[in-house]
């Protein structure tokens, strides 16, 4: 399964939509809406628990180099109000898309 799949199934679950995202080798950016009950932390902690899940059983090799299940970094960075338009993250998304350890890019339009 893709990661980018599996960060629409959380989503999806969760009532969040995704309005822009990237893919790359090493780490993911996305732009969503969410409800209000749900916060950043807790979507984020749902996304790395299912796809770090997902991922280490679909590919054995990872478990050796990831015992334990910690595949996922500590911690994550958001932007959730102030002056940061939807504008400026798109920008910014669009910008890391062109990168070239960019694996792949996902996009839903509102």
């Not at 796809?51 to 959730?80: C, D, N, Q, T, V």
């Not at 109000?81 to 400026?88: C, D, H």
């Not at 910008?95 to 509102?110: A, D, M, R, V």
Request: proline residues 4%; glycine residues 8%.
């Amino acid at each position: 399964m893709r990661a980018r799949d599996l960060i629409r199934q959380v989503c999806d679950a969760s009532d969040v939509k995704i309005i822009k995202g990237v893919v790359a080798k090493d780490h993911i950016h996305i732009h969503v809406s969410r409800p209000p009950s749900l916060s950043e932390s807790e979507l984020v902690r749902k996304i790395k628990g299912r796809s770090a899940r997902k991922l280490l059983e679909e590919y054995p090799e990872l478990k050796r180099r990831y015992w334990g299940g910690h595949m996922w970094g500590i911690g994550f960075g958001a932007w959730s109000s102030g002056n940061v338009t939807r504008e400026t993250i798109n920008e910014y998304l669009k910008h890391h898309g062109s990168e070239p350890n960019s694996n792949e890019q996902f996009i839903l339009e509102e």
